[in-house]
């Protein structure tokens, strides 16, 4: 069965980084698009960033471009997400997705908290 695992998220200051990580099993990640997506306190689901099998198309929404990057090493079956000049408005649950935008299969998240 699909397993995702997120990791790397935490407590940051404004203007700060994090780089997120995605452990996938149970699939052939090589085969995948893959992406990031976040969860609202309203828990409804934002697309982040995707990106297709062999790294050669990423897709950013457009609050995050310039400041997020999106990366997957195929060999290590992981997906990453370098976060830079992080806002206080990306405090939310992060989450790894199977496939291109919202995705169809998910990890459980890594909470991201940028405060002072």
């Known amino acids: 069965q699909v397993r995702l695992v997120e990791s790397g998220g935490g407590l940051v200051q404004p203007g700060g980084s994090l780089k997120l990580s995605c452990v996938a099993s149970?699939?052939?990640?090589?085969?995948?698009?893959m992406s990031w997506v976040r969860q609202t306190p309203g828990k409804e689901y934002e697309w982040v960033s995707s990106i297709n099998t062999d790294s050669s198309i990423i897709h950013s929404e457009d609050s995050v471009k310039g400041r997020f990057t999106i990366s997957r090493d195929n060999a290590k079956n992981t997906l990453y997400l370098q976060m830079n000049n992080l806002k206080p408005e990306d405090t939310v649950l992060y989450i790894c997705?199977?496939?291109?935008?919202?995705?169809?299969?998910w990890g459980r998240g890594t909470q991201v908290t940028v405060s002072s």
């Open positions: 149970g699939f052939t990640f090589s085969n995948y698009y």
């Open positions: 997705a199977q496939g291109y935008g919202l995705g169809s299969q």
